[in-house]
């Protein structure tokens, strides 16, 4: 009952973002899906000509166009949740009457983790999958789609997360700026671009696990040790 | 039973190298008003923040119903009402919907009515939002909500800063009201004398992170006292008198502000100066913590006074 009375405070905070992300990604998802859709008919209608870009138009899956805006929009998401769940009790001065509650301090941490995955999860998750779900419909797209698209989306989404939790690290980080406000930004950063390099699924997800488990011991480590 | 609610030993805190808190000794007794005094930065914030293990002591140590600030559980937190300076809330939340988050913490002890009494009695609508609030209903709002799950002990940090007069009245009876119920504790922070004198048995004064004073308010108003030595001739320029605080010369008048000294210890040392009269002055409680609290003045305010 108390950590959900905290999740649903968490899940209120993160609804304006949710809706804002469901806004931009599905209007530009949808524009980029059904643009290229329309581009493709019309390029096999006039069939192949010298000259026309007919590899871009025809044989390129359109669904892989939506990577970086899945990678611009996830983290965009993670610093203003990041932001309006740890920074902004900072500048309000809200943790005192956060903290001073019957309920152990980690489980405040865990709340805003949840939530913050649950707005993750309820606009880019089932965003994605739908972007995905209706293009993948056999004669939609001259080309087949693969799976590993599917999971490509997902492995940016998780980028998302991994700012969220570097930013949220740099936001309650108090002592000097460049040992410790900076290394939530710094890891992350690290994390990111290990993630991209990758070749596959598999190695960017272990990645971000890695990852993942490092900023979020850090978190709950700097959150139980500092000063309210 | 636990006779000692709150206490603090040598409770010392250190901001960089700024002390704010010099080895504070603190023990509030069971179902005492202890009013914790100050003037601005005078480390009562720190000392509440240490108390609920908000701040990490640099050395020393506090506890709350016997339970360790550092280590406060959180069935002890739930015994412990607390009121942030500055009634710092949730903006976005309404009033009905931060009872409802609050109400979940204490789901066995939870006053729904006595909460609908105090924001009846304050004129307030559940509707509202926090950020649409003027500070005082703010204030009011911070009450009700630390009232309403029937607190053992009550910490209240400046609970009336910036508030106007009529607020500050109507906070402090929502205070006497937990009073007047038996056994509660109630710490709270002021630099407002008026409202320690209506509601507090106990003070302690602390200055610059010193405790300076730690005592009832009789024997507090009973031991700070001002006199004047009036001389015909010259002013001496030293005096040894127990307990002098400040002296200050006014032509043949010398001002001595003094604690804790007897009526023997004045009249000997006014003949050993040999002072033509000595007069007492009355001082009501704020001139008395004026006189206690005011650090030396080191330089005329206006051009003038030079």
Same mark, same amino acid.
């Given at each position: 009952?108390?950590?959900?009375?905290?999740?649903?405070?968490?899940?209120?905070?993160?609804?304006?973002?949710?809706?804002?992300?469901? +806004?931009?990604?599905?209007?530009?998802?949808?524009?980029?899906?059904?643009?290229?859709?329309?581009? =493709?008919?019309?390029?096999?209608? =006039?069939?192949?000509?010298?000259?026309?870009?007919?590899?871009?138009? +025809?044989?390129?899956?359109?669904?892989?166009?939506?990577?970086?805006?899945?990678?611009?929009?996830?983290?965009?998401? &993670? +610093?203003?949740?990041?932001?309006? =769940?740890?920074?902004?009790?900072?500048?309000?001065?809200?943790?005192?009457?956060?903290?001073?509650?019957? /309920?152990?301090?980690?489980?405040?941490?865990?709340?805003?983790?949840?939530?913050?995955? /649950?707005?993750?999860?309820?606009?880019?998750?089932?965003?994605?999958?739908?972007?995905?779900?209706?293009?993948?419909?056999? !004669?939609?797209?001259?080309?087949?789609?693969?799976?590993?698209?599917?999971?490509?989306?997902?492995?940016?989404?998780?980028? &998302?997360?991994?700012?969220?939790?570097?930013?949220?690290?740099?936001?309650?980080?108090?002592?000097?700026?460049?040992?410790?406000?900076?290394? &939530?930004?710094?890891? @992350?950063?690290? +994390?990111?671009?290990?993630?991209?390099?990758?070749?596959?699924?598999? !190695?960017? /997800?272990?990645?971000?696990?890695? &990852?993942?488990?490092?900023?979020?011991? =850090?978190?709950?480590?700097?959150?139980? @040790?500092?000063?309210? | 039973?636990?006779?000692?609610?709150?206490?603090?030993?040598? #409770?010392?805190?250190?901001?960089?190298?700024?002390?704010?808190?010099?080895?504070?000794?603190?023990?509030?007794?069971?179902?005492?008003?202890?009013?914790?005094?100050?003037?601005?930065?005078?480390?009562?914030?720190?000392?509440?923040?240490?108390?609920?293990?908000?701040?990490?002591?640099?050395?020393?140590?506090?506890?709350?119903?016997?339970?360790?600030?550092?280590?406060?559980?959180?069935?002890?937190?739930?015994?412990?009402?607390?009121?942030?300076?500055? %009634?710092?809330?949730?903006?976005?939340?309404?009033?009905?919907?931060?009872?409802?988050?609050?109400?979940?913490?204490?789901?066995?002890?939870?006053?729904?009515?006595?909460?609908?009494?105090?924001?009846?009695?304050?004129?307030?609508?559940?509707?509202?939002?926090?950020?649409?609030?003027?500070?005082?209903?703010?204030?009011?709002?911070?009450?009700?909500?630390?009232?309403?799950?029937?607190?053992?002990?009550?910490?209240?940090?400046?609970?009336?800063?910036?508030?106007?007069?009529?607020?500050?009245?109507?906070?402090?009876?929502?205070?006497?009201?937990?009073?007047?119920?038996?056994?509660?504790?109630?710490?709270?922070?002021?630099?407002?004398?008026?409202?320690?004198?209506?509601?507090?048995?106990?003070?302690?004064?602390?200055?610059?992170?010193? #405790?300076?004073?730690?005592?009832? $308010? *009789?024997?507090?108003?009973?031991?700070?006292?001002?006199?004047?030595?009036?001389?015909?001739?010259?002013?001496?320029?030293?005096? *040894?008198?127990?307990?002098?605080? %400040?002296?200050?010369?006014?032509?043949?008048?010398?001002?001595?502000?003094?604690?804790?000294?007897?009526?023997?210890?004045?009249?000997?040392?006014?003949?050993?100066?040999?002072?033509?009269?000595?007069?007492?002055?009355?001082?009501? $409680?704020? *001139?008395?913590?004026?006189?206690?609290?005011?650090?030396?003045?080191?330089?005329?305010?206006?051009?003038?006074?030079?």
């Amino acid at each position: 009952m108390k950590f959900a009375a905290l999740l649903k405070k968490e899940l209120r905070i993160c609804l304006p973002w949710l809706l804002l992300c469901i +806004v931009v990604f599905g209007l530009f998802g949808t524009l980029t899906i059904k643009g290229r859709m329309l581009n =493709q008919k019309h390029y096999l209608d =006039q069939g192949y000509q010298d000259g026309h870009p007919y590899y871009n138009y +025809v044989l390129n899956t359109p669904i892989y166009e939506t990577g970086p805006l899945i990678l611009m929009v996830a983290m965009a998401l &993670g +610093v203003l949740l990041a932001i309006v =769940q740890f920074f902004l009790p900072e500048l309000f001065r809200t943790w005192a009457f956060t903290i001073h509650r019957s /309920i152990r301090p980690h489980l405040i941490v865990w709340s805003k983790f949840s939530a913050a995955a /649950i707005t993750f999860i309820a606009s880019m998750g089932i965003l994605w999958t739908l972007l995905y779900s209706y293009s993948a419909v056999p !004669g939609r797209f001259y080309l087949p789609l693969f799976f590993r698209t599917y999971l490509e989306g997902w492995v940016y989404i998780l980028v &998302g997360l991994i700012v969220y939790w570097g930013t949220a690290l740099s936001a309650i980080s108090t002592t000097h700026l460049y040992t410790t406000r900076l290394l &939530g930004l710094a890891i @992350a950063t690290g +994390v990111i671009f290990l993630m991209l390099l990758q070749t596959s699924i598999t !190695g960017a /997800i272990t990645v971000a696990a890695i &990852g993942a488990v490092l900023l979020i011991v =850090q978190i709950f480590h700097t959150f139980l @040790a500092r000063e309210f | 039973m636990q006779n000692i609610i709150i206490e603090t030993k040598q #409770l010392t805190k250190y901001y960089g190298r700024t002390l704010a808190l010099d080895h504070l000794d603190l023990r509030v007794p069971r179902g005492c008003i202890y009013g914790f005094l100050g003037r601005n930065g005078s480390g009562k914030t720190t000392a509440i923040k240490l108390m609920l293990g908000l701040l990490k002591a640099t050395t020393g140590s506090a506890s709350v119903l016997g339970c360790d600030s550092q280590e406060l559980t959180p069935e002890t937190r739930g015994q412990i009402g607390y009121v942030t300076e500055g %009634h710092r809330l949730y903006r976005w939340m309404r009033i009905g919907a931060l009872e409802k988050f609050q109400k979940a913490f204490f789901p066995d002890r939870w006053n729904s009515q006595l909460f609908d009494e105090m924001l009846e009695y304050f004129g307030l609508s559940k509707k509202k939002k926090i950020k649409s609030l003027s500070n005082g209903q703010r204030a009011q709002v911070s009450l009700a909500l630390t009232m309403a799950p029937d607190p053992d002990v009550m910490i209240m940090d400046d609970p009336t800063l910036g508030l106007d007069v009529v607020i500050r009245r109507q906070f402090l009876e929502g205070m006497i009201h937990l009073i007047q119920k038996k056994g509660k504790t109630i710490l709270f922070s002021s630099h407002i004398l008026g409202d320690v004198e209506r509601v507090a048995d106990r003070i302690a004064v602390i200055e610059q992170g010193v #405790l300076r004073a730690d005592c009832t $308010l *009789d024997e507090f108003r009973r031991k700070i006292r001002k006199v004047h030595f009036i001389f015909e001739g010259d002013v001496p320029e030293t005096i *040894d008198i127990p307990g002098l605080l %400040h002296k200050r010369q006014n032509h043949s008048h010398l001002e001595l502000t003094l604690v804790g000294t007897t009526d023997e210890q004045i009249e000997q040392t006014a003949q050993a100066v040999g002072a033509k009269e000595c007069k007492r002055v009355e001082l009501n $409680l704020e *001139d008395q913590f004026i006189e206690f609290t005011a650090r030396e003045k080191s330089k005329p305010l206006f051009q003038w006074e030079a």
